[in-house]
């Protein structure tokens, strides 16, 4: 049996109950909105992944975390993204650049890189170069726009998303996380929690 995979930063309940409030704010924005309790930062996506290989995977990100140590995420706007996608995909909440999520994302994916090289999917190209990971700006999934209804709202009526927050929270803890998609949605569950610097 396979199940689908990502390594994630879920977010604190209460971080999560602040960023679903700005939802409500767009009524009128073909969007279908992510549910509160999905609200996370993806740091890999494996994709599917068979049940004999799960215990590897366990084992590699855990090896991974123990070299890092608990650090801050500051979260300062909510906008339409990716950036550099005409029009959005997305409304996102972004963070500040933190070279400490930019080292547990490049060693997460160096590790499973190395225990996985039959994945052809993971191309990380620059993982594989070596060296520490970049400075790393966050983003929050808040909703993905329904694309063809957006393109027909002309662009001076569509909603103008640029929120600036302050939100901020410690992450002390990786998951890994299961998804199961469902017609609503999907449903994501946690495998395992993974404490940061500890071994």
Known sequence: MSHRIFIAINLPEDIKKQLSLYQAKWPELPCRWTRKENLHITLVFLGYVKDEELPEILKTAKTATTRNKPFLINLNKICYGPTDKK???MVWAEGEKSQELGNLQIGLE?????SFTSYPRLN?????????????????NLGRLK????????????PEISEEISLSFEVNSIEIMESRLKPKGPDYFVLESLLLGKK
């Open 87 to 89: 029009p959005p995909r």
């Open 110 to 114: 160096k590790a499973v890189l190395e």
């Open 124 to 140: 990380f190209k620059e993982t594989l170069a070596g060296g520490s990971g970049r400075a790393y700006a966050p983003h929050i």
């Open 147 to 158: 694309i063809w209804e957006f393109k027909a709202i002309e662009p001076e009526e569509r």
